[in-house]
């Protein structure tokens, strides 16, 4: 977190330079978020590299990530109504990656700690690091899993096979 001139709050990534993959990932992101705008998509404000050090510079999401509200606080859980706000925000932000820019803009990491809320509890999608740009009406080229592990059946982590 840090705040700007005009005191205006910013969050900010430092990305790791150690790495060819930090790196790409860096350069992705720049190339991807910083031509997207949209109201449900975390806005870039910007970004620096200066020798080894990667940042980007983001508006501030007051209230943190959808994961912080579901796993972490439980005193303060997030009513129905919030809860579907927050999918539909999401959901129109996807619709507009997909569809309503010059390219296809797959994000390929969405999960709850990528969804995050601002100071009116409005979900907004971040974190493009592994977003790949397509033309459309063309195939995604790549079929290689990236980005967040999700459920896999422990069948088949044992097995080999899932049981049908």
């Not at 010059?102 to 493009?128: A, C, M, P, W």
């Not at 995604?140 to 096979?161: F, I």
Request: hydrophobic content about 35%; overall charge positive; some cysteine.
């Amino acid at each position: 977190k840090g705040t700007l001139s005009n005191n205006t709050e910013v969050a900010v990534k430092c990305v790791s330079h150690d790495s060819e993959q930090g790196l790409r990932e860096f350069m992705a992101e720049i190339s991807s978020m910083g031509r997207l705008q949209h109201k449900n998509l975390v806005h870039m404000k910007g970004w620096c590299r200066k020798g080894n050090e990667l940042m980007l510079v983001y508006d501030y999401m007051s209230n943190g990530s959808l994961n912080r509200w579901i796993f972490d606080e439980p005193k303060k859980l997030l009513g129905w109504k919030e809860r579907r706000r927050v999918l539909v925000d999401v959901a129109e932000g996807l619709n507009y990656l997909h569809h309503g820019w010059d390219q296809v803009v797959l994000h390929r990491d969405i999960k709850s700690s990528n969804i995050l809320l601002d100071s009116e509890f409005r979900g907004r999608l971040g974190d493009f690091g592994l977003a790949k740009l397509y033309q459309h009406g063309k195939e995604p080229g790549t079929t290689r899993l990236v980005g967040t592990l999700g459920y896999l059946a422990p069948e088949l982590v044992n097995v080999g096979a899932t049981a049908a």
